[in-house]
């Protein structure tokens, strides 16, 4: 548990400290999240159930060029008594001028619902910008096995100090 905290504190203190390179930004999220998963029901086969939930946390965006970023992220979700910490890292492309899409490997820690608590899935995903600071977002993660669940989640991202140049 210490670990995961150290690693969010770090993650958190990068992220503000970068801010006075003109190539990052940073910013918080957060917003509701949809988990399911997959459910033998007797004799009827697999049922997917949803669980609802919420997530928040931090992100920088690492900029090669005015189209193209790495976008890190480190974001805690609560579903219930089920807690994670799930850590993507996307490749971020603007395809339009305000729209994004991003896609990459997710790393996950699961605080007490597996005996294995480290998971690696994939995730796709869609930002519009509002203003220069404000996105709504929504992305789709992908578990690799059945007991790693798909999520889907839907949110807003806030940029601080949108120093980006092109």
Known sequence: MRQIIFLVIACSVFSFSSHAQSNVEFGIKGGLNLTFFNVE?????IQ???????????????????FLSI?????????????FINA?????YQVAEKFDLMVGPSLNYFFDFFSNKFK?????CAAYQITTS?????????????????G??????????????K
């Open 41 to 45: 029901v007797g004799g009827f086969g």
């Open 48 to 66: 997917t159930e949803t669980e609802t939930g919420y997530y928040g946390g931090t992100f920088a965006d690492f900029y090669i060029d005015e």
């Open 71 to 83: 976008q890190p992220e480190v974001l805690y979700i609560g579903l219930n008594d089920f807690k």
């Open 88 to 92: 993507p890292i996307y490749v971020k």
């Open 120 to 124: 690696i899935r994939a995730d796709i």
């Open 134 to 150: 404000i996105d709504l977002h929504m992305k789709y993660t992908l578990g690799f096995v059945e007991i790693a669940p798909n």
């Open 152 to 165: 889907l989640f839907i949110g807003v991202g806030i940029k601080f100090g949108s120093s980006k140049q």
